[in-house]
């Protein structure tokens, strides 16, 4: 047996359902686990456990820095500069989000992504 996501080999005894399709236990983490950028309890619990000085993932650090160099952006950009996936710039940006380091914004009608701080 295969997942249909990452089509790695599942064992018989450990395949996941999801949506209809078979998935490894990790693809289905991945889906079922994701974080949302829009979840009022991660950002209190984010801003009422991080210290001043938030420890972030160096994917996180990338993205928050790239925003700072040269934001606001669009997704398109921040991929395009950083070379990641949109799913890995939208997991950890809504880590970015409930820390309150960075936010989505519209510039001229288009999504972008900005310094929480900026305005």
């Known amino acids: 047996m295969k997942c249909e ?3 790695a080999e ?3 005894s450990d395949p996941r359902e ?11 983490i991945d889906i079922v686990a994701k974080p949302k950028t829009c979840d009022p309890w991660a950002v209190y619990s984010a801003k009422n456990t ?3 000085d938030p420890t972030l993932t160096p994917e996180q650090q990338r993205i928050l820095d790239v925003i700072k160099a040269k934001g606001p952006l669009s997704l398109e950009q921040i991929c395009g500069d950083l ?4 799913e890995e710039f939208r997991t950890n940006f809504a880590v970015l989000r409930h820390m309150e380091l960075a936010r989505g914004c519209k510039v001229g009608g288009q999504v972008c992504f900005a310094l929480f701080d900026d305005q």
């Open 50 to 52: 991080a210290s001043q």
């Open 18 to 28: 999801h949506a209809g399709i078979t998935l490894c236990e990790d693809c289905y």
């Open 10 to 12: 599942i064992s018989d």
């Open 83 to 86: 070379d990641i996936s949109e």
């Open 5 to 7: 996501k990452c089509f």
